[in-house]
């Protein structure tokens, strides 16, 4: 982040920071936000201004992800239902598809998925919708 914060300094003229110094920081503000933050948009699944900024980091992987969206939208969908109820899709509109998926388990039955986030195509500075199926 160090590196991105410099990046945008460098790349306003020095003898007129005073001027810009809402540029710099909106500049700033959206370096930081696509190098370490993901947006989740609800709006489609619940009807509602959903949206949702949520750190990168923070999520070791896809499960850890889908249980977090899941606790922000528990009135809209039901626990375990993941491809049934809800998905997430990518900004290309293609369903990231987690274990339960692809393996077929039923709605309502744990079934974890532990690939990363990057493993499901999900990186940094990225929106991802949440719709239903």
């Known amino acids: 982040m160090k590196k991105k914060i410099n990046e ?17 920081a909106q500049k700033i503000k959206d370096s930081i ?15 509602n201004e959903d949206i949702f900024n ?11 992800l889908t249980d ?3 606790f922000l939208l528990e009135n809209h969908v039901g626990p375990f239902e993941y491809g049934h109820s809800w998905v997430l899709k990518g900004p290309d509109g293609k369903v990231i598809k987690n274990s339960r998926m692809i393996t077929n388990t039923p ?7 532990n690939r990363s986030l990057e493993e499901v195509g999900i990186l940094p500075g990225m929106t991802i919708g949440v719709s239903k199926p």
């Open 33 to 47: 936000k696509s190098s370490s933050f993901i947006t989740v948009d609800a709006r489609q699944l619940t009807g």
């Open 54 to 64: 949520l750190p990168y980091v923070a999520f070791t992987s896809l499960n850890n």
């Open 68 to 70: 977090e969206i899941y």
């Open 107 to 113: 709605r309502g039955e744990p079934c974890p998925d």
């Open 8 to 24: 945008v300094f460098s790349s306003v003229n020095g003898d007129n920071i005073n001027g810009n110094k809402e540029d710099v």
